[in-house]
């Protein structure tokens, strides 16, 4: 079982950056895909990135691709969201997740274990 903390949200102007960190207790990263979603009140959550536990494979939705980066850390079980170039509508509640995945997987419902999410918000 793997237990997400997300850190490192927060009130930022348009055009500028935030990292988010995702520290993960239990098992380490060896067995899971570490991903971020993002959701907006009365919208659905929506995936952003996720990255395989080697960290070789990436994935990212085509509205942060360029701006946004995924990494992780196995020796510290962190996984990171550089966000650059932010824009207002990059607005939301960031949730990091794992899913037992033997390739990077996307869809929300493949992801088991959520952290309690750490909001970001870009003013125009």
């Known amino acids: 079982q793997v237990q997400p903390v997300e850190s490192g949200g927060g009130l930022v102007q348009a055009g500028g950056s935030l990292r988010l960190s995702c520290a993960a207790s239990?098992?380490?990263?060896?067995?899971?895909?570490m991903a971020w979603f993002r959701q907006v009140p009365g919208k659905e959550r929506e995936f952003v990135a996720a990255?395989?536990?080697?960290?070789?494979?990436?994935r990212y939705a085509d509205s942060v691709k360029g701006r946004f980066t995924i990494s992780n850390d196995n020796a510290k079980n962190t996984v990171y969201l550089q966000m650059n170039s932010l824009k207002p509508e990059d607005t939301a509640v960031y949730y990091c997740?794992?899913?037992?995945?033997?390739?990077?997987?996307?869809?929300?419902?493949?992801?088991?274990?959520w952290g309690q999410g750490t909001p970001v918000t870009v003013s125009s």
């Open positions: 997740a794992a899913a037992r995945a033997r390739v990077v997987v996307t869809s929300v419902n493949e992801y088991v274990y």
């Open positions: 239990g098992r380490t990263f060896s067995t899971y895909v």
């Open positions: 990255i395989s536990w080697n960290g070789v494979s990436t």
